[in-house]
């Protein structure tokens, strides 16, 4: 077998039947490399093991790199064999990901409800938020919110609270679109809260009819009543 080690990091272990194979495990890379063989009966050399050590590249091998990704993106993608790389131009730079914080203060800051509701949205939030332990769009992971989702599933009984709860969450995130924020982030995160959903309401309702007299009263009363 042969180990081939790159930066003294990735160990591969290669078959090999001869010295033959060593070399050819080895390509045309630098490598440092010490082998081990036996001699056999008839004289002949066997490997029986070989470390090969290859140098990492230096800084001026990524500082190449980097100017050849920036002045000639086609040749490097032919080279090594990724089409994208040829239009690496046009690829979508990563933005920092939106803080939580920013998106409610946006919401508090420029929406149009009420105080109240506006509070009441912010509360829910803000416990949202100390649940996930979320700084960023980012740290909301399908995860966390499912555990969010198991949590308020078992501490709020109404089904349609719960829907409530989860609407105002989805509704602040919504919200900061209409403030010029980073559509494309809160798109996404808006695709993972789906999670977030309100279980079935399996409640059976057992209404009780009025009384048959108790009805007329009323129906009367209003007659009387509207002009």
Same mark, same amino acid.
């Given at each position: 077998?042969?180990?081939? $080690? ?18 050819? %495990?080895?390509?045309?890379? +630098? ?13 002949? &050399? ?18 190449? &790199? ?7 993106? =086609? ?13 690496? %131009? ?8 939106? $803080?939580? +914080? %920013?998106?409610?203060? +946006?919401?508090? =800051?420029?929406? !149009? ?24 769009? %980012?740290?909301? @992971? @399908?995860? $966390? ?7 308020? !599933? ?22 900061? =679109? ?15 809260? +789906?999670?977030? =959903?309100?279980? $079935? ?24 009543? @509207?002009?």
């Amino acid at each position: 077998m042969v180990e081939r $080690k790159l930066g003294g990091t990735i160990s591969l272990q290669y078959p090999i039947s001869s010295v033959e194979g060593v070399l050819k %495990a080895l390509e045309d890379k +630098s490598a440092e490399m010490t082998l081990r063989v036996i001699q056999q009966s008839d004289g002949s &050399l066997k490997p029986q093991s070989a470390n090969i050590n290859h140098i990492a590249p230096t800084n001026a091998f990524w500082n190449t &790199l980097r100017e050849l990704l920036i002045e000639r993106p =086609k040749f490097v993608a032919e080279m090594v064999g990724i089409p994208q790389l040829a239009s690496l %131009a046009d690829f979508p730079m990563p933005k920092q990901s939106l $803080k939580l +914080s %920013a998106i409610l203060e +946006s919401y508090q =800051k420029h929406n !149009h409800s009420g105080k109240g509701t506006k509070q009441q949205a912010s509360n829910i939030f803000n416990d949202f938020l100390e649940h996930t332990t979320a700084k960023t769009l %980012a740290d909301l @992971t @399908t995860e $966390k919110l499912i555990a969010y989702r198991v949590h308020i !599933h078992a501490t709020v009984n109404s089904p349609s609270t719960v829907g409530a709860y989860f609407g105002r969450i989805k509704n602040i995130i919504r919200f900061a =679109k209409s403030e010029g924020l980073d559509n494309q982030q809160l798109d996404s995160c808006l695709s993972l809260l +789906s999670v977030l =959903k309100a279980p $079935k309401d399996e409640r059976i309702l057992q209404p009780s009819p009025i009384n048959r007299n108790d009805f007329h009263a009323i129906l009367k009363a209003s007659i009387v009543l @509207t002009p």
